[in-house]
C-alpha cells in the first residue's frame, strides 16, 4: 500500500442511518450527500442506503442529483436543492428530481421549462427563516406559492414541499426560525392540499430538538458518523471511515509515513496524536508528500498508522482531529484529495476489503 486509503465500512453506515431513523421518526430521512458523499464516494453512500431502505436523497446539484438516479435501482425520491440553469432544470425533468425553490425568477424558469417539455416539476419551496442564503422573503412568500399553485392547476408543477435551513448557532434562533418556517406553511393553503413533505432540520437539530422536525429530515453529517464539532457523543453514531497511511522510511527515531498537505492533510494538524502498532504517537511535523511521526522500537517500513478511526489509539474521528485546529470533520474528509484511496469495507465480500474504482 503506498497510497493513504480511507477505509469506509458499510456496516456502521447502515447501523448509523439505523440509529438516526429510529431516533428521528416518525420523521423520515432524506440521506443527504453533497460533497460526494462527504467524502465518502457517492455511488457507494446510494447504494448502501438504498439496501438499508432509505427512501429520500438530497444533493446539492443537478448533476450530483443525476448520479444518484443513475446508481439508484429502485424510483425512491431525490431532491436538488442549488439554483440551476436550464439545460439542469430539463434533466431534473426527465429523471423526476425534485428542485429545491428559493427564488420567484427560478420557479418561473422551472414552470417555463417544464410547459416546454411537457412535464410536472416536483417543487420545495424554501422559505428564508433567517439564513439569508437562498430563501424566498416572508414578503414574497404569498404570490410565490399563488404562483406555485397556478402552475399546479395547470398541470406543470407539483407543490411538494416547503423547506428551510437552520443556523443551529442557538436553541432561541432555531425556535424563531421554526415559527416563521410554520407561517409560511400555513399560507400555503387548505390543510388538506398541503404540501406533503416539510423540512427544516439536519443533522444536529433532527438529533436533539425532536420539536424542531418536520416530516422529513435532511441528514447528512450523522450518517457518516461526523458528530458536531465540539459536541456530545452520539448513542448508536460510529465514524464510517478511518484514515489510514504506510511508513515508507524510518529515518533516525522517525517513522516517515506517506500521506502529506498534498493529500488534504492540513499541516496545521502537526502535534496531533496518531495510532502506530505501539499504541499513540505524536504527529511530528507535515510535509507535502509524508509526515513524520515520533518512533517506536521494531518499526518498519509497510507499519499502518491510522490517523484517525474509532479504535485506532489516535484521534477517534475526523471531528477529534479537526477540533484540534478549530474546524470541523466534514472539512477533514471533503479536502482528502483522489489520490487517498477510498476503500469499501464490506464483511460480505471474500477478502474484507475491496478497492472502489474511484481514482484508481
Ligand atoms: C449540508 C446540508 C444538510 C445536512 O447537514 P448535516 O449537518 O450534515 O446533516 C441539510 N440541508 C442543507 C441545505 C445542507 O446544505
Known amino acids: 500500500m503506498n497510497r493513504p486509503e480511507l477505509r469506509i465500512h458499510t456496516e456502521r453506515f447502515l447501523s448509523n442511518i439505523r440509529a438516526v431513523r429510529e431516533r428521528i421518526a416518525p420523521s423520515e430521512l432524506m440521506l443527504v450527500l453533497k460533497d460526494d458523499a462527504y467524502g465518502h464516494g457517492l455511488s457507494w453512500a446510494v447504494e448502501a442506503a438504498e439496501r438499508g431502505g432509505v427512501g429520500w436523497y438530497g444533493s446539492y446539484d443537478v448533476r450530483s442529483a443525476l448520479e444518484v438516479r443513475r446508481v439508484l435501482q429502485a424510483d425512491a425520491r431525490i431532491f436538488a436543492w442549488a439554483t440551476s440553469t436550464d439545460a439542469e432544470i430539463d434533466e431534473a425533468l ?29 417543487v420545495h419551496l424554501k422559505i428564508d427563516t433567517g439564513l439569508h442564503r437562498n430563501g424566498l422573503l416572508p414578503e414574497e412568500w404569498e404570490q410565490t406559492v399563488a404562483a406555485a399553485r397556478a402552475a399546479e392547476a395547470g398541470g406543470h408543477v407539483a407543490l ?26 400555513n399560507l ?38 461526523i458528530r458536531s464539532a465540539d459536541g456530545p457523543e452520539l448513542a448508536g453514531i460510529t465514524p464510517v471511515a ?22 488534504g492533510l492540513p499541516s496545521t494538524l502537526a502535534g496531533a496524536a496518531v495510532g502506530t502498532p505501539a ?54 474528509l471533503t479536502r482528502l484529495t483522489p489520490r487517498v484511496r477510498r476503500v469499501i469495507v464490506s464483511p460480505s465480500t471474500a477478502s474484507g476489503t475491496q478497492a472502489l474504482l474511484r481514482g484508481d
Open 242 to 263: 478511518e484514515l489510514v497511511a504506510t511508513v515508507v522510511d524510518v529515518v533516525d527515531d522517525c517513522a516517515l509515513v506517506g500521506i502529506g498537505s498534498f493529500d
Open 279 to 332: 499504541g499513540a504517537r505524536a504527529l511530528e511535523r507535515i510535509d507535502h508528500l509524508a509526515s513524520r511521526v515520533a518512533g517506536w522500537p521494531g518499526m518498519a517500513v509497510g507499519d499502518e498508522i491510522v490517523l484517525f478511526g474509532p479504535g485506532g489509539q489516535g484521534e477517534e474521528s475526523a471531528t477529534s482531529l479537526a477540533e484540534r485546529i478549530g474546524t470541523v470533520g466534514e472539512e477533514i
Open 94 to 122: 426527465l429523471h423526476r428530481i425534485d428542485l429545491g425553490v428559493g427564488t420567484a425568477e427560478y420557479l418561473a424558469r422551472i414552470v417555463s421549462r417544464a410547459q416546454t417539455l411537457g412535464l410536472r416539476a416536483g
Open 188 to 225: 400555503t393553503g387548505d390543510p388538506a392540499e398541503a404540501p406533503q413533505v416539510l423540512h427544516l432540520t439536519a443533522s444536529a437539530a433532527s438529533w436533539w430538538r425532536s420539536e424542531l422536525r418536520g416530516s422529513l429530515s435532511r441528514i447528512g453529517a450523522f450518517c457518516y458518523g
Open 160 to 185: 411538494v414541499g416547503v423547506w428551510s435551513h437552520l443556523a443551529e448557532a442557538s436553541d432561541a434562533e432555531d425556535d424563531e426560525a421554526q415559527r416563521v418556517f410554520l407561517e409560511a406553511v
